[in-house]
């Protein structure tokens, strides 16, 4: 992981100093992505991370790596990574079957809205 945070960092070097205050987050912990897993948390009522396959469990692992990756600027891989769960194709599932349940699924959405209006303020 060090060995490509001095990647992006040398190529920030080489980058116009508008686009050096875009800051790649590939190593797990940063705030928001921190801040996004306590809204998922309280909002879905449900552990994202616990080891079983309850509805309210597995809507709430997708609707984390859904707004991971929509609100923050983290690859398919770093979230696989945080969220400990898979690698980027499970990662990319995930994410489309979050999107297909925001289309089709009321509470979901609703929940999802909710989640970005405190991720928000």
């Given at each position: 992981?060090?060995r ?10 080489l980058?116009?100093e508008?686009?050096?205050?875009i ?12 801040h996004?897993?306590k ?8 552990n ?27 690859s398919?891989?770093?979230i ?16 489309e ?25």
């Open positions: 992981m060090q490509l945070q001095d990647c992006y960092n040398e190529l920030a070097e980058l116009p508008a686009t050096q205050q800051h790649y987050k590939h190593i797990p912990g940063d705030s928001k992505s921190e996004i897993i809204v998922v948390k309280k909002v879905f009522n449900a994202p991370f616990a080891p079983n396959r309850k509805k309210e469990t597995v809507f709430a692992r997708h609707a984390l790596r859904y707004l991971l990756r929509t609100e923050t600027i983290r398919h891989v770093s696989a990574e945080l969220t400990g769960g898979g690698d980027h194709s499970t990662v990319i599932h995930s994410i079957t979050a999107s297909d349940l925001y289309q089709t699924d009321d509470r979901f959405k609703s929940l999802i809205d909710i989640c970005r209006i405190e991720i928000n303020l």
